[in-house]
């Protein structure tokens, strides 16, 4: 891939597609945990994802390695950007709306950024990233002060989506720092392994086969395993494979907007002018860690 490379119109629909895809699971994890359990939740979207994507790897003419060490890295890629955030996202979710909860997944870029600094080489800090850091911090300050002050504290839900925001921070710095396979083979490789880590945690658990589940979370339960998880998945690679990583960054700015007013206009949460200056003050300060510094 050239660094002149301008971005064309599949590029930007694939973009969209994504923002899509990200910005509306919030809503259907809501739906989803009508019926079922965060556990549950994660379970069958790691499930559905790894069936599509092992016989999408394969329709390539890929093949899974036999390698140990790939299939420990797949387990610490699955463990800290699936099982873990979709697990602390499904459970903080039973408090918090999903609009809020999309609105602080929009600190991930800001705590990659920290943990760059220390573990990649050449991601050093500068002005612009303390100050957008400092923005981005109020933001989350801002959403989470009424749980401190409410007498109903959701605040312990809002802290696991955040924590949520640590875990896929990690991943992206482990992701740059272990050794790397075919993208279509880590996504499928990790897809598995996250499968028969929790699968059989969700049979022992939940006992599904006694439960009954209604047909609009059981619906948005197989939507979160095909689009978000899946197809998204797909979608992404294909969009660094042409344009580049900077150029996804983008959707860091927009999945918190779609999250909050998708969870607004169609499960109808609350719009508070708190959230909407939070999410401001957070996407100014991802726009600024971006700023180059002359010199």
């Keep these: 891939m050239t660094h002149n490379y301008i971005p064309i119109a599949k590029d930007w629909l694939s973009l969209l597609l994504l923002i899509l895809l990200w910005g509306t699971s919030f809503m259907f994890t809501a739906v989803s945990l009508d019926s079922f359990s965060p556990v549950g939740i994660v379970a069958l979207r790691v499930l559905i994802a790894a069936v599509i994507l092992t016989l999408f790897m394969y329709a390539k003419g890929l ?64 002005r612009f990233k303390i100050l957008g850091f400092v923005l981005g911090i109020t933001g989350v300050a801002i959403v989470l002060w009424p749980s401190l002050v409410g007498t109903h504290s959701n605040l312990l839900s809002g802290l696991l989506i955040l924590l949520a925001t640590f875990s896929y921070a990690i991943n992206a710095i482990l992701v740059r720092r272990l050794p790397s396979y075919n993208p279509v083979v880590t996504a499928a490789g990790v897809m598995i392994v996250s499968s028969i880590a929790i699968v059989p945690l969700w049979l022992w658990q939940d006992l599904p086969w006694q439960q009954s589940y209604s047909l609009k979370a059981t619906l948005s339960v197989l939507w979160l395993g095909i689009g978000p998880t899946a197809f998204a998945t797909i979608t992404l690679f294909a969009v660094i494979a042409t344009a580049g990583p900077t150029f996804l960054s983008y959707i860091n700015y927009v999945i918190p907007v779609v999250a909050y007013f998708t969870g607004a206009l169609i499960l109808g949460e609350a719009i508070e002018w708190h959230s909407l200056a939070a999410l401001l003050l957070i996407i100014l300060g991802i726009a600024l860690t971006r700023k180059r510094v002359a010199g």
Excluded at 86 to 93: A, P, R, Y
């Design 63 to 126: 093949r899974l390695p036999v390698d140990p060490l790939a299939w420990a890295v797949f387990l610490l890629l699955g463990i800290m950007g699936n099982l873990l955030p979709f697990l602390l996202i499904s459970t903080g979710q039973k408090d918090v709306s999903s609009g809020i909860a999309g609105l602080l997944m929009a600190f991930m870029p800001l705590v990659t950024m920290i943990l760059a600094h220390y573990f990649v080489l050449g991601e050093s800090l500068n």
